[in-house]
T-cell receptor, first 113, second 113 residues
Framework: GDSVTQMEGPVTLSEEAFLTINCTYTATGYPSLFWYVQYPGEGLQLLLKATKADDKGSNKGFEATYRKETTSFHLEKGSVQVSDSAVYFCALSDQGDAGKSTFGDGTTLTVKP | DAGVTQSPTHLIKTRGQQVTLRCSPKSGHDTVSWYQQALGQGPQFIFQYYEEEERQRGNFPDRFSGHQFPNYSSELNVNALLLGDSALYLC????????????FGPGTRLTVT
């Protein structure tokens, strides 16, 4: 079945540092890929998405590129802020199973001033 | 424009009891998906409702059931509660049975004692 593997956390960075959170996936079809963010006490928010190979999703300074050859969708940001502290989830939705999303276990990011 | 709303916010139940959680989708959305998020883990897909029918189901027992009403709101019912059912239950809404633009509610925290 489908699965998503994220780098283990937690990740602690200083403000303005470069962020990478690794995500790899296994899927039977041609999935769409997503990054969600969950701030403390809140539900998940869609951060960015990519629907086909080589697409780059971007939002709020975050970027991720759909790499079919390495089955990866790593999240990057050039300069993190304290307000980026949250839990980040990588997820996929197989096109043939559009009603279901499969999530990774999340990576907790803490940014210190 | 109200987003996805869920009720109640928190709930404490005893083993063996039954519980009903409620979700109202974002305006304009007709599809509701339910997820269970255990502490420290990613959301696990329970099922999806579209056009008042269960369209997709994850690996959850029949104790978990649901319903969608003509106004697209939805309920999640869990019978014979177990301690392991303690989790954050998330509702997500989208359009047309797809999850490509999925909006999450803040969740209902269920504690089973």
């Amino acid at each position: 079945g489908d699965s998503v593997t994220q780098m283990e956390g937690p990740v602690t960075l200083s403000e303005e540092a470069f962020l990478t959170i690794n995500c790899t996936y296994t899927a039977t079809g041609y999935p769409s890929l997503f990054w969600y963010v969950q701030y403390p006490g809140e539900g998940l928010q869609l951060l960015l998405k990519a629907t086909k190979a080589d697409d780059k999703g971007s939002n709020k300074g975050f970027e991720a590129t759909y790499r079919k050859e390495t089955t990866s969708f790593h999240l990057e940001k050039g300069s993190v802020q304290v307000s980026d502290s949250a839990v980040y989830f990588c997820a996929l939705s197989d096109q043939g199973d559009a009603g279901k999303s499969t999530f990774g276990d999340g990576t907790t990011l803490t940014v210190k001033p | 424009d109200a987003g996805v709303t869920q009720s109640p916010t928190h709930l404490i139940k005893t083993r063996g009891q039954q519980v009903t959680l409620r979700c109202s989708p974002k305006s304009g959305h007709d599809t509701v998906s339910w997820y269970q998020q255990a502490l420290g883990q990613g959301p696990q897909f329970i099922f999806q409702y579209y056009e008042e029918e269960e369209r997709q189901r994850g690996n959850f027992p029949d104790r978990f059931s649901g319903h969608q009403f003509p106004n697209y709101s939805s309920e999640l019912n869990v019978n014979a509660l177990l301690l392991g059912d303690s989790a954050l239950y998330l509702c997500a809404s989208s359009s047309g049975g797809s999850v490509h633009e999925q909006y999450f509610g803040p969740g209902t925290r269920l504690t089973v004692t």
